[in-house]
């Protein structure tokens, strides 16, 4: 089986506590060869835990020539320039998300993989969450009719004063956790670009100056409009999941999902009646509901906004990655919908009035 030699840009808590974590336990499909930090213990800790080679800046990893993948996983804001800098170098990446703040940013990390004959691949691992697959699953059966509004909630209460709060460092909950429900919605939404987008943002309890507060609206002629409400300042917080559609609609969480719908067939028709009604009431009828429930299969369960992601989509992602890689299988997402993703994320600042970066 071919190996894929690794180097790791960042060990913070996605280079080391997802990549580096998962990947040691896949050394057959995997080998992790190199690691870089800023930090000189955070990276010699590392190389040492992981048994490789350790570098103190992006540059000397990408310039190692026994690897074939870069992970970049440094600050939100340098992804786009060390992804370009390892294709040119020859290697395959793997980019944190956000996948560049740009639209332009996208296009040159793909005109560099076609120029370098690479892969670049973005890192959506939460595209393989259960609640969001079986949503997507729902959704798709047209067991609840055509779906027309979504409201996807990821709600929590916390204060923050790390780098991921400040606009220097591109941070704020669009840039930080946004990709991952974004990616969720755009999905459901039909897998392109929204014809019109509303947003808002806040920011309450953090101490950088970028949003903890995200609220947007995606709409277009023939999709469902999209409601997403991404915040770090909800003390009651609301379940994830809202689908409403034609013939019934879906709630709950990561965990637990419920769902009703109605079969009109076994009803009577109800033609326009434009006279008032004999006994002056509103018109009404029983609905004789149908309903189904589905518990997550795992133990994994999200914790909210901020919180680790599930292991289990990680090892989905890079089972699939592998297959990228040596088999020329279908990306997770392709270039052409990470562009979508980044595309919305630049309507949405847009909408809001938000810099991706100052
Ligand atoms: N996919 C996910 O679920 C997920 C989860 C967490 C973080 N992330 C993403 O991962 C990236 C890193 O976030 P984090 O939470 O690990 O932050 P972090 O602060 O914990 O770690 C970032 C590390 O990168 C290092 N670094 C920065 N620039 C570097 C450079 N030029 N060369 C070498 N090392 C460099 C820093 O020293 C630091 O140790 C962010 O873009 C974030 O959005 C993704």
């Known amino acids: 089986m071919?190996?894929?030699?690794?180097?790791?840009?960042?060990?913070?808590?996605?280079?080391?506590?997802?990549?580096?974590?998962?990947?040691?336990?896949?050394?057959?499909?995997?080998?992790?060869?190199?690691?870089?930090?800023?930090?000189?213990?955070?990276?010699?800790?590392?190389?040492?835990?992981?048994?490789?080679?350790?570098?103190?800046?992006?540059?000397?990893?990408?310039?190692?020539?026994?690897?074939?993948?870069?992970?970049?996983?440094?600050?939100?804001?340098?992804?786009?320039?060390?992804?370009?800098?390892?294709?040119?170098?020859?290697?395959?990446?793997?980019?944190?998300?956000?996948?560049?703040?740009?639209?332009?940013?996208?296009?040159?990390?793909?005109?560099?993989?076609?120029?370098?004959?690479r892969i670049i691949v973005p890192f959506q691992q939460r595209h393989y969450e259960e609640d969001f697959l079986k949503v997507k699953e729902i959704c798709e059966s047209g067991i609840i009719g055509d779906v027309f509004r979504i409201r996807l909630c990821w709600h929590g209460f916390g204060r923050r004063w790390d780098w991921q709060t400040a606009r220097c460092m591109a941070g704020g909950n669009l840039n930080n956790n946004g990709p991952h429900p974004l990616d969720h919605v755009i999905t459901l939404f039909g897998d392109v670009l929204p014809e019109k987008v509303w947003a808002e943002t806040g920011g309450y309890l953090r101490s950088g100056d970028a949003e903890d507060d995200l609220k947007f609206i995606l709409q277009g002629k023939g999709h469902p409009t999209v409601e997403v409400e991404l915040a770090n300042c909800w003390a009651?917080?609301?379940?994830?999941?809202?689908?409403?559609?034609?013939?019934?609609?879906?709630?709950?969480?990561?965990?637990?999902?419920?769902?009703?719908?109605?079969?009109?067939?076994?009803?009577?028709?109800?033609?326009?009646?434009?006279?008032?009604?004999?006994?002056?009431?509103?018109?009404?009828?029983?609905?004789?509901?149908?309903t189904a429930s589905w518990d997550a299969p795992s133990a994994e369960v999200n914790l909210g906004a901020g919180a680790p992601p599930p292991v289990g989509s990680t090892e989905k992602f890079y089972r699939n990655f592998y297959k990228v890689l040596t088999e020329g299988a279908a990306p997770t997402i392709s270039l052409e919908q990470a562009r979508i993703r980044v595309a919305t994320m630049e309507m949405i600042r847009a909408a809001a009035g938000i810099p991706a970066k100052i």
Request: with cysteine; glycine share 8%.
């Open 236 to 290: 009651c917080g609301q379940e994830r999941w809202n689908v409403c559609g034609t013939r019934g609609g879906l709630h709950g969480t990561d965990k637990h999902l419920e769902w009703k719908w109605v079969d009109y067939s076994k009803m009577p028709p109800r033609p326009l009646d434009l006279h008032s009604t004999p006994d002056r009431s509103y018109n009404s009828e029983k609905i004789d509901w149908q």
């Open 2 to 117: 071919n190996t894929i030699r690794v180097g790791i840009i960042g060990q913070g808590r996605s280079g080391w506590g997802i990549h580096a974590e998962f990947l040691r336990t896949v050394p057959e499909l995997f080998k992790i060869e190199a690691v870089a930090d800023l930090i000189p213990e955070r990276v010699a800790q590392s190389a040492a835990d992981l048994g490789c080679r350790a570098y103190h800046d992006a540059e000397s990893l990408i310039a190692d020539p026994d690897i074939d993948l870069v992970v970049v996983s440094s600050y939100n804001a340098t992804h786009a320039k060390y992804a370009e800098m390892a294709l040119r170098a020859g290697k395959h990446v793997l980019c944190e998300k956000p996948f560049g703040l740009t639209v332009a940013d996208v296009d040159a990390m793909a005109a560099a993989a076609k120029a370098a004959g």
